[in-house]
């Protein structure tokens, strides 16, 4: 397992720009597959996008060219761009990690607030 922290939420207009981040603690990120998910009001929790190395990323259809996920080993991070936000990327966005070994992220974070509002 490891502690994962996210932040970076706010209040944005349509079309802007945020940077989630998600700060890890207990072990090495790098040695996890990391993701982000996110739950709007009244749905289910959605996969967002994810990533084991710089090359090896995966986006949701709905997020692919907007969003990009990366990993700074070294601060033990991974980031969330989010450009051209609309008004239904708002909602809770989560920090995932899972060892590659692991059929489900079981590590996750308390969640950050995005609100996308016109």
């Known amino acids: 397992q490891v502690q994962l922290v996210e932040s970076g939420g706010g209040m944005v207009q349509a079309g802007e720009s945020l940077r989630l981040s998600c700060a890890g603690s207990?072990?090495?990120?790098?040695?996890?597959?990391m993701g982000w998910f996110r739950q709007a009001p009244g749905k289910e929790r959605e996969f967002v996008a994810g990533?084991?190395?710089?090359?090896?990323?995966n986006y949701a259809d709905s997020v692919k060219g907007r969003f990009a996920i990366s990993r700074d080993n070294y601060n033990n991070a991974v980031y969330l761009q989010m450009n051209s936000l609309k008004l239904e990327d708002t909602g809770v966005y989560y920090c995932?990690?899972?060892?590659?070994?692991?059929?489900?992220?079981?590590?996750w974070g308390q969640g950050t607030q995005v609100t996308v509002f016109s």
């Open positions: 990533t084991w190395t710089p090359a090896s990323t």
């Open positions: 995932v990690a899972k060892l590659r070994s692991d059929t489900a992220f079981r590590s």
């Open positions: 207990g072990r090495p990120l790098s040695g996890f597959v």
